[in-house]
C-alpha cells in the first residue's frame, strides 16, 4: 500500500491496531479505485479522536503529512469507515478546493465503503475477533438513511429530487458549504450512489479538483479555498471519452 497511516484515535495501541485493519482496506481500495495519486501526492495519514471539532482534514497542510480528525468515541467499526472514506476521498478530489459536489462524492464514498467492508468482512473478516462485525456496517447506514429522511420528513414533509436540486441550486448560488446541514450531504451522496456501483466512475475523482470556479494550477499552492464551485461543462470537457457518460448521468440525476 502506497499510504503510511499513524493511528492515535485512543491512548492505548490495542485499541489502535484493532482498527489497523479497517484503515488499511480502505486507504488501498479507494487508492485502487481512483486510479491516480492524491492530488498533493502521498504523505502518511496521521488519523486522532477530536470529539470536539468533529470529522475534518486540518489545514493549513502539512508537508509531513495530512491530519484527519474523526469523531468515533467508542469502538465502532462502521464510524471509523463512514468517516474515514470521507476524508480519503476529499485528498482525491482535492482538499485544498471542497465544493458542494466534492463534498457529495465523499459522504458517497462513505456509503459505499460501509456496502463494502460489510460484504468483505461477511466473507472474509481479517480476523477472528472480527466475526459478525460486519453487521456494524450495514445497521450504521441503515442509522443515517433512517435520521436523514427522518430530518427531512420534518423540515419539508416530503424528500423528493426537487428539494434536492433546489438546495443544490442554493449552494451553487452562495457556495456556503460550512452553513450546510451535514444531512443534506448525505442525500445528495445517495443520489450519487448509484453512479459509482461501476468501478470505472471513480476515476472522475482525479479531475473534479480540476474542474471548479478557479481551478488551482500550482501544485505547490495549499491554500484553502472555501468557496470554489464546481463547474460541470469544465468537467466533461476535461475527462476522458470513457467518463463523459459518467458526468452526463450526475448532470441528470442531480441537476435537471
Known amino acids: ?15 489502535n491496531s484493532n482498527l489497523e485493519p479497517l484503515f488499511t482496506e480502505i486507504a488501498s481500495k479507494i487508492d485502487s479505485l481512483a486510479g491516480r495519486s492524491p492530488v498533493l501526492g502521498y504523505k502518511p495519514l496521521w488519523v486522532i479522536n477530536d470529539p470536539y471539532y468533529g470529522m475534518r482534514i486540518y489545514s493549513p497542510f502539512s508537508e509531513e503529512h495530512y491530519k484527519l480528525g474523526l469523531t468515533v468515541g467508542h469502538l465502532t467499526y462502521g464510524k471509523v469507515a463512514y468517516q474515514f472514506a470521507n476524508l480519503i476521498s ?36 481479517p480476523a477472528p475477533q472480527y466475526e459478525g462485525e460486519y453487521k456494524t456496517f450495514l445497521k450504521l447506514k441503515s442509522e443515517i438513511i433512517k435520521t436523514a429522511y427522518e430530518n ?16 443544490i441550486q442554493q449552494l451553487s448560488n452562495n457556495g456556503k458549504i460550512n452553513y450546510a446541514p ?75
Request: include cysteine; charged fraction near 30%.
Open 1 to 15: 500500500m502506497k499510504w503510511k497511516l499513524k493511528l492515535d484515535l485512543w491512548e492505548t495501541d490495542d485499541y
Open 90 to 125: 476529499l485528498l482525491y478530489t482535492d482538499p485544498r478546493q471542497i465544493t458542494w459536489f466534492s463534498q457529495s462524492l465523499a459522504h458517497m464514498a462513505s456509503f459505499w465503503f460501509l456496502d463494502y467492508m460489510a460484504k468483505l468482512w461477511e466473507q472474509n473478516c
Open 152 to 167: 427531512i420528513d420534518i423540515m419539508l414533509n416530503l424528500a423528493t429530487n426537487e428539494w434536492i436540486r433546489e438546495e
Open 182 to 256: 451535514p444531512v443534506m450531504f448525505d442525500h445528495i451522496g445517495l443520489e450519487l450512489l448509484p453512479v459509482f456501483e461501476e468501478e470505472e466512475s471513480w476515476k472522475l475523482f482525479a479531475y473534479v479538483g480540476k474542474a471548479t470556479s478557479k481551478p488551482i494550477q500550482d501544485i505547490k499552492d495549499t491554500r484553502s479555498r472555501p468557496k470554489a464551485k464546481p463547474d460541470f461543462d469544465l468537467l466533461r470537457e476535461i475527462v476522458p471519452s470513457n467518463l463523459k457518460p459518467v458526468v452526463d448521468r450526475i448532470v441528470q440525476r442531480l441537476l435537471l
